[in-house]
């Protein structure tokens, strides 16, 4: 059974950081495609990040270009977002997800954890 399981969410001010983690377990953790999606209240899901943890490729949306910086320890089976210089757009609950491919992983991901909260105030 494939499991993600995301923590690290929080409150912080505009201007903060946060790591969020995602641990998987029960994949290929070597050869997938993992990242990170989210939701605010009202807005579709967009997808923020993803990293192929074969090869290191990294994808961004531009909202979050030059502020979040995900990574990988395979030894760990975990996936790290690192959140900087936060503003109150970024509020929304973060989604860990995992699939075969980046290009899957950003159309029709396979798997998906529950969710962590991050809300930034002003």
């Known amino acids: 059974e494939v499991q993600l399981v995301e923590s690290g969410g929080g409150l912080v001010q505009a201007g903060g950081s946060l790591r969020l983690s995602c641990a998987a377990s029960?994949?290929?953790?070597?050869?997938?495609?993992i990242g990170w999606f989210r939701q605010a209240p009202g807005k579709e899901r967009e997808g923020v990040s993803c990293?192929?943890?074969?090869?290191?490729?990294?994808y961004y949306a531009d909202s979050v270009k030059g502020r979040f910086t995900i990574s990988s320890d395979n030894a760990k089976n975990t996936v790290y977002l690192q959140m900087n210089s936060l503003k109150p757009e970024d509020t929304a609950v973060y989604y860990c997800?995992?699939?075969?491919?980046?290009?899957?992983?950003?159309?029709?991901?396979?798997?998906w954890g529950q969710g962590t909260q991050v809300t930034v105030s002003s």
């Open positions: 997800a995992a699939s075969g491919t980046v290009v899957t992983l950003l159309t029709l991901a396979d798997y």
């Open positions: 029960g994949l290929p953790f070597d050869d997938y495609a």
């Open positions: 990293i192929s943890t074969s090869d290191g490729s990294t």
